[in-house]
């Protein structure tokens, strides 16, 4: 009796949440290493070029305003 009410019953929220994601994550197309490897190195390339981007904006601004304040 215990048995046919376990295989009437829904499963576990968690269960098939587990079960879901490991069937999208089978779907997924991942990368070799050399094309992780590669993006990864962009990715910090651009990192590093917005990081001077930023930093140049804003060390432009803090001159901008010590000019207009007249420190």
Do not use: C, H
């Not at 048995?3 to 949440?17: A, I, M, W």
């Not at 290493?33 to 910090?44: D, F, I, K, N, S």
């Amino acid at each position: 009796m215990a048995e046919k009410d376990r295989k009437g019953r829904k499963p576990n929220y968690f269960q098939s949440l587990y079960r879901e994601t490991l069937g999208e994550l089978r779907k997924v197309s991942w990368p070799t290493w050399p094309e992780a490897r590669r993006l990864t190195g962009l990715v910090l390339l651009v990192m590093v070029i917005m990081g001077a981007i930023l930093g140049a904006i804003d060390f432009a601004a803090q001159q901008g305003v010590r000019l207009l304040l007249g420190i």
